[in-house]
């Protein structure tokens, strides 16, 4: 069975500084997607970005992109001039390519310093 | 482009008692997915719901059942309520018909147990 974790609960930064949110997975397929969704308080779970197993080049959005690793089974996020908007909890989510299913990690909580 | 909406916001039920909980997916979308997401945790898969059949289940018991309905909306019943299930359920819905099936989340239903 596949599974996400992500170790650190917490995390802070300070306004304007970047941050990487870390993740890590299992799984024996080689065709898969992982994901970071975004949780504020509000609860809507908004996507943050994709990247693709197949695919060597990290995915970038604005000012958030990751860092794939895919032989070691890592998927880190970092947050570029972190802003008070980005404060809410972060998951890394699994999804294989035959399953539609997310696993998603336990989740962090990060905060934003003004 | 309406995005997926859920119904009730918040819901308060008895122990033993049954809730039926639903969800209009995102236009253009034909599967949706329920997840429940305990206090603190990330979401557990449930189930997939996709051309009115349970495509998909997680490790739920069978008081958790769907239904998925022409015009693709669902619903979520969960039979004889435990204190347990108190959460917030979230659903998903997604195009079968993209190599992405990128999923996209409403705003959640909170169910309280007492």
């Known amino acids: 069975a ?13 306004e304007a500084e970047t941050v ?3 993740c890590t997975y299992d799984t024996s397929e ?32 604005n000012r958030f992109s990751v860092n794939f690793q895919k032989a070691a ?4 996020l970092k947050i570029s001039d972190s802003q008070l908007g980005d404060a809410a909890m972060y998951f890394c989510a699994y999804k294989s ?8 990690g336990k989740g962090i909580t990060l905060s934003v310093r003004p | 482009d309406a995005g997926v909406t859920q119904s ?10 049954q809730v039926t909980l639903r969800c209009s997916p995102k236009s253009g979308h034909d599967t949706v997915s329920w997840y429940q997401q305990a206090l603190g945790q990330g979401p557990q898969f449930i189930f997939q719901y996709y051309e009115e059949e349970e495509r ?5 018991p069978d008081r958790f059942s769907g239904h998925q309905f022409p015009n693709y909306s669902s619903e979520l019943n969960v039979n004889a309520l435990w204190l347990g299930d108190s959460a917030l359920y979230l659903c ?23």
């Open chain 1, 30 to 61: 080689s065709d898969y997607y992982l994901f970071w969704y975004k949780q504020p308080p509000s609860r809507q779970m908004i996507l943050v970005i994709r990247q693709e197993a197949y695919k060597q080049q990290n995915a970038t959005e």
């Open chain 2, 92 to 114: 998903a819905s997604s195009f079968t018909g993209t190599r992405h099936y990128e999923q996209y989340f409403g705003p959640g239903t909170r169910l309280t147990v007492t």
């Open chain 2, 8 to 17: 009730p916001t918040h819901l308060i039920k008895t122990r033993g008692q």
């Open chain 1, 2 to 14: 596949q599974t996400v974790t992500q170790s650190q609960p917490e995390m802070s930064v300070q």
């Open chain 2, 56 to 60: 998909q289940r997680g490790n739920f």
């Open chain 1, 97 to 104: 390519g035959a399953n539609s299913k997310l696993t998603f």
């Open chain 1, 20 to 22: 990487t949110l870390s």
């Open chain 1, 73 to 76: 089974k890592s998927f880190s």
